[in-house]
C-alpha cells in the first residue's frame, strides 16, 4: 500500500481483557516496530522485526505483551490481560534496513477502562 | 544507555520568526538521526534524516544539522508559518535497522 496502516484506530477494552492491534507495513518493506507512546511521556520501543523474526524483542514491557509477522508482512501486537497502565497509542513503523529511515503509521489508542 | 534529550519542551513564536529546536544524545556512535513532527492525535512524519557521516540535511524551510563527536543536532525552521505548530521529535539509531531512541519532543506553537 501507499503508507503503514493500522487497526483498530481506536480500541476501548475492560482491564483484564486481552486485545490484538494490527499493522500493514509497505509492501516489501522487510524491517517493521512497534512503539508504545503514553500521555505525557515519549516513544517507547516495543519489539523489532527483520522479516518474520524478531532479533530484538527487548522492549516488550512484560510477559503480557506479544507479536508476531506472518509472511514477511503484517504484523500483530496482543496485550494479555489489559492493565489500565496499558493506555496508550501504540505506533507500527516499517523501513527498508538499507535504505532511509522508518515510515509510521497512524497510531492506534488503545484505553483500558 | 542511549538517552536523547530536546530543548526547550514548549515554544511559542510569532509567525514569520526564524527558529532553532535542539537535540542532543549522550552516546555519539550513533548511525543516524532523524527529526519527526507529530500532530495531535496523528503518526509521526518524517522531515529529515541525517546519517553519521553527513553534517547537515535540508528540505525547503528547515535544515538540520548533525554534530556527532558533541552528541548534538539542530533543526532550523525558517520563516515559520501557523501551520508549522506540532511537536517536534528527534530520533538516533545506533545500526542500520535498529531501534529509534526518542527525545521527549518540542511543542511548537506559531501564532498568526
Known amino acids: 500500500g501507499a503508507g503503514v496502516s493500522q487497526s483498530p484506530s481506536n480500541k476501548v477494552t475492560e482491564k483484564g481483557k486481552d486485545v490484538e492491534l494490527r499493522c500493514d507495513p509497505i509492501?516489501?518493506?522487510?524491517?517493521l516496530y512497534w512503539y508504545r507512546q503514553s500521555l505525557g511521556q515519549g516513544l517507547e520501543f516495543l519489539i523489532y522485526?527483520?522479516?518474520?523474526?524478531?532479533?530484538?524483542k527487548s522492549g516488550l514491557p512484560s510477559d503480557r505483551f506479544s507479536a508476531e509477522r506472518t509472511g514477511g508482512s503484517v504484523s500483530t501486537l496482543t496485550i494479555q490481560r489489559t492493565q489500565q497502565e496499558d493506555s496508550a497509542v501504540y505506533l507500527c513503523?516499517?523501513?527498508?534496513?538499507?535504505?532511509?529511515?522508518?515510515?509510521f503509521g497512524p497510531g492506534t489508542r488503545l484505553t483500558v477502562t | 544507555k542511549q538517552e536523547v534529550t530536546q530543548i526547550p519542551a514548549a515554544l511559542s513564536v510569532p509567525e514569520g520568526e526564524n527558529l532553532v529546536l535542539n537535540c542532543s544524545f549522550t552516546?555519539?556512535?550513533?548511525?543516524?538521526l532523524q527529526w519527526f513532527r507529530q500532530d495531535p492525535g496523528k503518526g509521526l512524519t518524517s522531515l529529515l534524516l541525517?546519517?553519521?557521516?553527513?553534517r547537515e540535511q535540508t528540505s525547503g524551510r528547515l535544515n538540520a544539522s548533525l554534530d556527532k563527536s558533541s552528541g548534538r543536532s539542530t533543526l532550523y525552521i525558517a520563516a515559520s508559518q501557523p501551520g508549522d505548530s506540532a511537536t517536534y521529535l528527534c530520533?538516533?539509531?545506533?545500526?542500520?535497522?535498529?531501534?529509534?531512541?526518542f527525545g521527549e519532543g518540542t511543542q511548537l506553537t506559531v501564532n498568526p
Open positions: 541525517i546519517q553519521s557521516s553527513q
Open positions: 509492501s516489501g518493506h522487510t524491517a
Open positions: 530520533a538516533v539509531s545506533e545500526t542500520s535497522g535498529s531501534r529509534l531512541t
Open positions: 522485526f527483520q522479516g518474520n523474526s524478531a532479533p530484538d
Open positions: 552516546d555519539s556512535a550513533i548511525y543516524n
Open positions: 513503523a516499517s523501513s527498508l534496513v538499507s535504505r532511509g529511515g522508518p515510515v
